[in-house]
């Protein structure tokens, strides 16, 4: 009945079997908590222990109905999966054979249906410390044939590794088991090139990080350094506003910028403290007043020059990062207006007022006859335009109108700054420009992909100063997040993924150890494949042991303060049983 449920649409919510034990259907799409051991990516059964109030109270059975479907809504201890006994586990595959197999005629099942794959989570109780157990059926057309049945074991932590299995009796190991006389082996490491690091001795709660996957074939010894001819994928989780941060101060300008957003949707706006003595008025009184003389011909060149060409807040970054993130030398009126008033920190809405207001006042009675560029869209740079026509429109400065107009220059400045980037540091020929500075869209709208384009510029900042990441490497990466950007929101937990050649990283991990690393032994083809693999590492394989075998793990800590890392190890192995 759940099978057939879910070829319709995958239920959001677990079945209760039997009272102990709840069944979740796991469509293809989502993520497989077995993905290490089993290379399966179609629907499967997960069975875990059935999450409820177990405690018994002679008191309980004169509750009232209500009283007991209140109790089930308290909050629970544990929000993760728990596992299974494994005797129970045992029980339970047994049953999903049994109704599988052709040969119980006596069950009268009146239509033998082949069922999903079969994952049973186990509390590790046995002698093996079994954390998973496993059932697939096998199938020739519709019809099935046999099953394979999987077990995986999961030891430690421990840093021993002269515990660690020799590669040679592995391969032993699986040729006796499974009659084999020639195997296969194939290697995955995973290293961890980038890593949240501590401040002051403070950890920065962060997602960010970046690590290789790496796969080869022919595996001579555990734990062997994957050769350079190895496949290689880089995955990159970077969240957004690092202190550490070459384009820190530009994160802090798009805050600003959030800032705006949100006043104008829900009419109260969090305005920062000024950090300096001088206000925005008085710079932007300055800024008009020097324009002024430079129209009336009393300024001379060179304090021309410095005025066309502001040194604005964003492009004041670490001079470690001026080679990649570039001052832009075209800022046009609106723009330099907008870092003068980020940068000294417009403090309120009355000071943004006076500020438009001295602005207006100067384009109507001709006193400034700036340059903007083509194509703004602003309020500001409408008026700028029929300025110089002698003759500009009336704009009440109340309400949401001096917001929207900050705003709108912010949004003009932003978009060309990160534009510069993508275009001249990159490479990119920004396939889908139009889409992340498309002014068709609402304001609202148009921030969130301003905030797209800042998350790509961090990953590109970060691959090419960690990592000195090139052009050519660059390139690619920029394509694949404005691919994935084009058709999602923003996720800052997303992993970007790139094909890399493993040369391009090895001064990172070749002395380093891997996160994770494993090796399968397989032999045979087709459904007669059968697979061994052997794995370690540093973090717990199975999310249920850590909460529910606490006594298992116990002894040691991972990434404890010993020089030697602490290594989980885990083995999976198949065996098959036929029917006919």
């Avoid at 390139?475 to 391009?504: G, S």
Wanted: aromatic fraction near 8%; glycine fraction near 4%; hydrophobic fraction near 35%.
């Amino acid at each position: 009945r759940i099978y057939e449920e879910g070829r319709e649409s995958i239920p959001e919510h677990p079945y209760l079997f039997e009272t102990d034990v709840e069944i979740c259907l796991i469509g293809g799409s989502c993520k497989s908590p077995v993905e290490r051991f089993w290379n399966g990516n179609n629907m499967m059964y997960i069975l875990q222990k059935a999450q409820h109030n177990e405690e018994s109270d002679p008191m309980e059975e004169s509750k009232t109905d209500d009283a007991i479907y209140a109790s089930e809504l308290l909050p629970k201890e544990s929000s993760g999966p728990v596992a299974l006994s494994v005797r129970r586990a045992k029980q339970l595959i047994s049953l999903y054979t049994m109704v599988q197999n052709p040969n119980m005629p006596h069950l009268k099942i009146s239509e033998l249906v082949v069922l999903p794959p079969l994952w049973i989570r186990c509390d590790g109780s046995d002698p093996e410390h079994t954390c998973w157990l496993g059932a697939e059926p096998l199938k020739a057309g519709n019809k099935i044939t046999g099953i394979n049945f999987y077990m995986v074991t999961c030891d430690g932590p421990a840093a021993d590794k002269t515990c660690f299995a020799n590669m040679e009796e592995l391969k032993v190991a699986h040729k006796m088991k499974h009659h084999s006389s020639i195997v296969m082996t194939k290697g995955f490491a995973q290293y961890e090139l980038v890593r949240a690091a501590a401040i002051e001795d403070t950890i920065i709660e962060s997602e960010s990080n970046i690590y290789v996957d790496i796969t080869w074939n022919t595996v001579d010894k555990i734990l062997e350094t994957p050769p350079l001819i190895s496949a290689a994928m880089l995955n990159i989780t970077l969240e957004s506003g690092d202190p550490r941060s070459p384009v820190y101060q530009l994160y802090r300008e798009l805050q600003f910028l959030l800032a705006l957003a949100e006043g104008l949707k829900t009419g109260v706006t969090e305005w920062p403290e000024p950090l300096e003595s001088e206000s925005a008025v008085e710079l932007v009184q300055e800024f008009l007043t020097d324009l002024k003389k430079k129209l009336d011909g009393y300024c001379i060149s060179g304090h021309s020059n410095e005025t066309e060409k502001i040194k604005c807040d964003t492009a004041a970054v670490d001079s470690s990062i001026k080679s990649i993130f570039s001052e832009r030398g075209d800022l046009d009126f609106a723009e330099q207006l907008w870092c003068k008033m980020r940068s000294k920190c417009v403090s309120s809405y009355q000071e943004l007022i006076v500020c438009f207001t001295l602005i207006i006042k100067s384009l109507e009675h001709g006193e400034i006859q700036p340059w903007i560029h083509q194509g703004s869209s602003s309020l500001l740079s409408k008026l700028i335009q029929q300025s110089y026509h002698g003759k500009i429109e009336v704009v009440s400065l109340s309400g949401i109108t001096p917001i929207q107009m900050l705003l709108e220059i912010g949004l003009d400045k932003m978009k060309k700054d990160y534009v510069s980037f993508f275009i001249v540091k990159s490479g990119s020929c920004l396939l889908f420009q139009d889409y992340f500075i498309s002014t068709s869209v609402d304001l609202q709208e148009q921030v969130h992909r301003v905030q797209k384009l800042h998350h790509m510029l961090e990953i590109m900042v970060s691959c090419t100063v960690l990592l000195q990441f090139k052009h050519e490497n660059l390139f690619p990466l920029t394509q694949i997040c404005m691919k994935y950007y084009k058709e999602n929101p923003l996720n800052e937990k997303h992993v970007f993924q790139l094909p890399i050649r493993p040369a391009l990283v090895k001064k990172f991990y070749q002395n380093d150890n891997p996160e994770i690393w494993k090796v399968d032994i397989s032999s045979g083809h087709g459904q007669k494949e059968v697979k061994t693999t052997w794995q370690v590492s540093t973090n717990p394989p199975v999310e249920h042991m850590t909460s529910n075998t606490t006594g298992l793990f116990s002894d040691s800590t991972v990434n404890g303060s010993s020089e030697e890392r602490m290594y989980f190890i885990t083995m999976a192995k198949c065996s098959q049983v036929h029917f006919t």
